[in-house]
């Protein structure tokens, strides 16, 4: 049952739409779970047209998968998905390390490094959630860096479909350990002003991330295939 007093600014279709979103992004709906109209409306206390108009735009997102005479499910994910993913966001984040860093404001270096810091903290304390909250920001504060609107659209919304591999892939601590240092060198190289070492910091960044999943590939393909037939 969705809290409607703590969100009774917002019209019901879109409260909606964001806990089924939540739901998906955290894994509470696993993948290739079959996403009933009138069970969801029964468990969030509201009728089955909010729900409805939900799961269409969550089918826009690529969350949602509606298959002729199946109805809707939560989308499969896997290893190459990811791989897709961090091929685009290796490009389009590199471009908006090297923008920040012609663009950057003392404010802006401030917020960057402050950002920065709590992911250590986090990462220090073996604190998963935080983790990902934290390397969410610093991903995006980059691109908002940039001030490019077209860039931080685009980047916007592959850096989302990321995030829910983030929340069930790595359960794993070991890819984290060495993150701290890498987001520090893309800092540093930011904040200096240095275009070329911004830009290239950025995407190795992701491409060791990238190759990380590769080479767990079989790992993590079988670890979706737990979370599906739970």
Known sequence: MINFTLQNHKPLREIVYEELKRQIMVG??????????????EEMGVSRTPVREAIRKLE???????EPRRGAYASDISAKDMVDILEVRQDLEGMAAGIAAQRITEEGRLELESIARKYKE??????IEQIIKND????????????NKTLIKMVSQVQELALR????????????????TEHQAIVDAIVSGD????????????????????????KLNKHVVNVHSK
């Open 136 to 147: 969410e920001a610093f991903h995006k504060y980059i691109v908002s860096l940039s001030g």
């Open 195 to 218: 275009v070329t070492s911004a830009r290239v910091n950025a995407e190795e960044h992701l491409a060791r991330l990238k190759d990380f999943v590769r080479k767990e590939g079989d």
């Open 165 to 180: 591999f983030r929340y069930i892939y790595y359960e794993d601590f070991s890819r984290f350990k060495n993150q701290p």
């Open 28 to 41: 509470e709906i696993a993948p290739g779970t079959r996403m009933m109209e009138v069970e969801l409306a």
């Open 122 to 127: 986090s990462v220090d304390k073996e604190d």
């Open 60 to 66: 826009k997102e690529g969350l949602v998968t509606i």
